[in-house]
């Protein structure tokens, strides 16, 4: 059975100080990660997920194996970052494809 | 584009009576999904749908709940009779075929008292 978890429920940072949310898989296959974010008022939607390699935001994630690991970094933190930010593993079953999501971290950036 | 559409958004019932909840999802997007979201946790899903068939309904409380997408379009999810612990967000999303992104409508936040 697939797994995610983010350890932390609130990380608070000051603007300007880097950012890294953590999040620790457990899957036997081959993963596909995500980074779903939700501000306030708004709808959960993608941010970034690990095969395009993309920078969205200036956040970035880089998917190591060895540690099981997808966490979502950013060198220098604004306020518009504040969110709660969820971290996904799908997987194929079945023929399809099913996500798992982790409980989430909400970010909170300080003036 | 609407992007995923539910309603209602918010919903208030007492304990044991029936509750419905809508979406429809993107045009053209195959899949659909409904999951829950209580307070301090992520989604968990209850239901799949590729086209109209229930492809993963392994979460959903059969006892109690229920879901159609009768055409392969919009779909329905119903709560009959709700209970206290039912209080929750009902998120809907869908995606194209294959597809690996979910859009996310806004949610129906439910109170059972």
């Known amino acids: 059975a697939q797994r995610v978890t983010q350890p932390e429920k609130l990380l608070s940072v000051f603007k300007g100080a880097p950012v890294e949310l953590k999040c620790n898989y457990s899957?036997?296959?081959?993963?596909?990660l995500f980074w779903y974010v939700q501000y306030s008022r708004q709808r959960l939607q993608l941010l970034l997920r690990?095969?395009s390699r993309e920078s969205i935001k200036g956040f970035t994630a880089d998917l190591n194996k060895g540690e099981t690991s997808f966490h979502l970094k950013k060198p220098f933190a604004q306020e518009e970052d504040s969110a709660m930010y969820y971290c996904?593993?799908?997987?194929?079953?079945?023929?399809?494809?099913?996500?798992?999501f982790g409980t989430g971290t909400k970010l909170q950036v300080i003036p | 584009e609407a992007g995923v559409v539910q309603s209602p958004r918010y919903k208030i019932i007492e304990k044991k009576q029936p509750v419905a909840f809508w979406c429809n999802p993107i045009?053209?997007?195959?899949?659909l999904y409904w999951y829950l979201q209580n307070l301090g946790q992520g989604p968990e899903l209850l239901i799949r749908?590729?086209?109209?068939?229930?492809?993963?309904d392994s979460q959903l409380p059969k006892d109690r709940f229920s879901a159609e997408r009768l055409k392969g379009v919009d779909s329905t999810l119903k709560i009959q009779p709700a209970e206290l612990g039912d209080s929750a967000v009902y998120l809907c999303?869908?995606?194209?075929?294959?597809?690996?992104?979910?859009?996310f409508g806004p949610g129906t936040r439910l109170t059972v008292t």
């Open positions: 996904a593993l799908s997987e194929r079953s079945g023929g399809y494809q099913k996500v798992t």
């Open positions: 690990h095969i």
């Open positions: 749908y590729e086209n109209e068939e229930a492809v993963d």
């Open positions: 999303a869908s995606s194209s075929w294959g597809g690996r992104e979910q859009y």
């Open positions: 045009s053209g997007h195959n899949t």
């Open positions: 899957y036997s296959g081959s993963p596909e």
